[in-house]
């Protein structure tokens, strides 16, 4: 069973799984860089599937020149 929460915030949602299993299926995550906010996909027990596709949508650049900690996805194969 899944469950789908979505911010106050507005656009970042977070998915929270037990088992993932995806076949030809696109999971667009937004990236807001100045923020160190995302959307986020995490499987918990197991994940499976073939053809899947993880797109970003980077909201703005990064100002900071260090690197970035933005978690996108935690997924158990």
């Known amino acids: ?18 088992r993932l299993n995806a076949n ?5 995550i937004n990236v807001d860089f100045e923020n160190s906010k995302a959307d986020y996909i995490n499987s918990k027990e197991s994940t ?3 053809n899947n596709t ?3 949508n980077f909201l703005n650049n990064p100002s900071k020149k260090e690197g970035l900690n933005i978690l996108l996805a935690k ?3």
């Open 1 to 18: 069973m899944s469950n789908i929460q979505a911010e106050k915030s507005a656009i970042y949602g977070k998915v929270d799984t037990n």
């Open 24 to 28: 030809n299926t696109i999971f667009k």
């Open 48 to 50: 499976q599937g073939v």
């Open 54 to 56: 993880l797109v970003l």
């Open 75 to 77: 997924i158990n194969i």
